[in-house]
């Protein structure tokens, strides 16, 4: 576990299969962050909206709402759009990824995933966020 990003944040996992949901919530924990999931976007705004929350990673293939939508929804609301945004997929393509970049993204992991790629790009938006990152060469 990275000390810049020790245990002390809240990552909202919003995946519509329970075992996969599950999963992610594991690895999160493991490595020292605290879980919520939600089943859908629906579920998951009172959730985002009532505590802290240090990251949001959302499926994109769900009922109601696609992921997309949501996405753009937290990242045009005022009291949403500086969590970070990381969706996960099994759409791989190409156009797929650059949709959600598009729309606010932070980052976009396709399933199947590692635990380890993962946790990498966790780590990385949220320095990134932090002002860690590295900047922009001009």
Excluded: Q
């Excluded at 802290?52 to 937290?74: A, E, H, K």
């Excluded at 949403?80 to 969706?87: L, N, Y």
């Excluded at 992991?109 to 949220?126: C, D, H, N, R, Y």
Aim: aromatic content about 6%; charged content about 30%; glycine content about 8%.
């Amino acid at each position: 576990m990275s000390p810049s990003v020790a245990r002390k944040g809240r990552i909202l996992v919003i995946e519509d299969d329970a075992h996969v949901a599950e999963m992610i919530a594991k690895i999160v924990e493991r490595h020292g962050y605290d879980a919520v999931t939600a089943s859908d976007g629906v579920e998951a705004i009172p959730k985002v909206l009532s505590s802290p929350t240090r990251m949001i990673i959302l499926d994109i293939m769900m009922p109601f709402f696609s992921g997309y939508w949501y996405c753009d929804v937290f990242k045009k609301n005022p009291a949403t759009r500086e969590i970070p945004v990381v969706i996960i997929s099994a759409l791989d393509k190409k156009v797929d990824i650059e949709k959600g970049l598009k729309l606010g993204a932070d980052a976009y992991v396709t399933k199947p995933f590692t635990e380890e790629g993962l946790v990498a790009t966790i780590e990385s938006v949220l320095l990134k966020k932090a002002g860690g990152g590295r900047k922009p060469r001009r």
